[in-house]
């Protein structure tokens, strides 16, 4: 039997590590020129710029996610993961307050922000049994049956009871429970603010848990790993090779490339959903899930901005909430605080006594970049957003200017580029009192969509979680028994 998976990020990967273990010859076509796609780190003169993993949830033993980090080889003993603890720091003039993973220590002067408090520790105590169950299909057959628990399911009721709550109010609507501003700054720090405040709460419940790290070597150490554990296995990879179409034959299915057309028995779509939908068939779909995510889906957005700087930065949180003294105008948003990250600690990021430097600048900005693109203005918009940054930054944080050796800058329509992400979006995520548009694992015997457009909305779970699935779901069709290690 024979699988083609479309994808090479952490979906497809997962998928055809899974696919090749259980027996089939699985190739990988990627368009790009190595494996992660949205999870991805990279270089520019010495300095190494972490462009995906901020957390990775399923770091630690208990979390039923790690098992699949483990088998798929994502996290080997060459990327242990460092827990951060306070996981941000608020950094406004002198101030700094620190987010514990217990929140001890916040400042919570008046009885609203008391109340805010409580209720957010309490919320956060609802989700310590969430996660997401690794199970096994019904009917699949199995080497290493993962049995179905009840008692982990009812373990999650109470997170399941106050989910109706949570998703009808953004991030930013719920940090507003605090009248003191540091507080809402800092507590926007953890997630994109548009989102739904579930995935606040959740992520923080992650790092109640001790969950959530960041391990060694970053994005593309992880999908290095993976791309080794399946190439060890015999799997191919063929990357720069772009899939262009998919066509049913009198066998099974085939995938168009510029090059060629190649058979097999199955193919998993792990690119965006969003955007295979429309262009990798002959006619864009039109089942009913298809119209409805056509027409629903917003997209999350953001800029991502890099620094590479000759100063260790060693007096700095590694995780920050920048709170500036004029606002920064960038591609038509407006931002109060910046979320930076940097990266003094991480062996080989920076050369010695140097240090890289990130900031993602949440909100939509694809239809911003595009005119710009059209009009020619694009490279020069680019500048004038670094630049803007760099003063911003540099008022709060002195050291860095003078200090610039590189600077780094990604764009909605650089996802696009790179990922085929619909409207350049960096990741599936759920607004506030929107419905949940996804993409059905099996859309019909042999083929099958796996990634951040299946199954629940977010970053690395969903994508591990799906591919996963979508590998059971292919077993489970062709009648092959599915292997995990
Ligand atoms: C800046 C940033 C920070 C993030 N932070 C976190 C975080 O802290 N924690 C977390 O959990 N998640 C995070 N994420 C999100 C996470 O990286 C993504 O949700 C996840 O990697 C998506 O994986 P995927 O396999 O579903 O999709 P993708 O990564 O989009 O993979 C799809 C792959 O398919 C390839 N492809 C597309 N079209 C074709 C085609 N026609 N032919 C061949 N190949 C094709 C693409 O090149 C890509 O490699 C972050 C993402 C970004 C960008």
């Known amino acids: 039997m024979k699988v083609i998976v479309i994808g090479a990020g952490i979906s497809g990967l997962t998928t055809a590590i899974y696919a090749r273990r259980s027996g089939w010859e699985t190739v990988i076509l990627e368009k790009s020129a190595a494996p992660g796609g949205l999870s991805t780190s990279w270089t520019r003169k010495g300095y190494t710029f972490e462009g995906g993993i901020h957390w990775l949830i399923g770091a630690i033993e208990s979390i039923p996610l790690h098992s699949v980090w483990v088998e798929t080889g994502a996290l080997k003993e060459n990327n242990p993961v460092y827990f951060k603890d ?18 001890h220590g916040l400042p919570a002067g008046c009885l609203r922000d008391r109340i805010a408090l409580l209720s957010l520790r309490f919320h956060v105590w609802c989700f310590r049994h969430f996660h997401q169950p690794i199970t096994d299909l019904p009917g699949l057959k199995v080497e290493h049956p993962c049995p179905f628990s009840l008692w982990e399911y009812v373990r999650m009721l109470p997170a399941v009871l106050i989910t109706p709550f949570l998703i009808l109010q953004s991030s930013r609507s719920y940090v507003r429970r605090f009248s003191n501003p540091q507080m809402r700054a800092l507590l926007g720090a ?53 899939a262009t ?18 058979e097999a028995d199955a193919v998993v779509i792990s690119a965006d959903a ?102 020619g203005s694009y490279m020069q918009e680019k500048h004038a957003v670094i630049d803007a940054f760099t003063e911003a930054l540099g008022d709060v944080i002195p050291e860095i200017m003078d200090n610039i050796v590189v600077t780094d800058m990604a764009t909605p329509l650089t996802y696009e580029r790179y990922c085929n992400t ?3 979006s960096y990741m599936s995520a759920w607004p506030a009192r929107k419905p949940l548009y996804h993409a059905p694992i099996r859309y019909e015997h042999g083929l099958y969509f796996t990634g951040q457009r299946t199954l629940y909305s977010g970053g690395l779970p969903p994508a591990a979680q799906s591919g996963r699935l979508a590998a059971q779901t292919l077993c489970k069709d062709f009648g092959t028994v599915f292997r995990d290690r």
Request: a positive charge.
């Open 274 to 375: 969003r955007s295979a939908i429309d262009k990798l068939f002959t006619q864009p779909l039109q089942d009913t899930w298809a119209r409805k995510m056509r027409k629903g889906l917003e997209t999350t957005q953001c800029m991502f901005l890099g620094l590479g700087v000759k100063t260790p930065l060693s007096n700095w949180p590694r995780s920050m909430q920048v709170v500036l003294h004029k606002p920064l105008q960038a591609a038509g948003n407006t931002y109060d605080s910046l979320v930076v990250n940097i990266y003094p600690h991480e062996t080989g990021f920076a050369p010695e006594g140097c240090c890289t430097l990130t900031c993602l600048l949440h909100g939509r900005s694809y239809e911003y970049w595009k005119r710009a693109k059209d009009n």
């Open 422 to 424: 619909f409207e350049g």
């Open 190 to 242: 953890v997630v994109d603010p548009g989102i739904n405040a579930l995935s606040l709460i959740y992520t923080l419940s992650t790092f109640a848990a001790g969950d959530s790290g960041y391990p060694a070597g970053g994005s593309i150490r992880m999908a290095t790993n993976m791309a080794e554990t399946f190439t060890s296995m015999g799997g191919k990879i063929r990357y720069r090779t772009a």
């Open 245 to 262: 179409g998919i066509e049913k034959t009198t066998g099974g299915w085939a995938v168009r490339t510029a090059a060629e057309l190649i």
């Open 86 to 103: 306070p996981v941000y720091t608020l950094v406004d003039g002198d101030v700094r307050i620190p987010l514990y993973r217990d929140f």
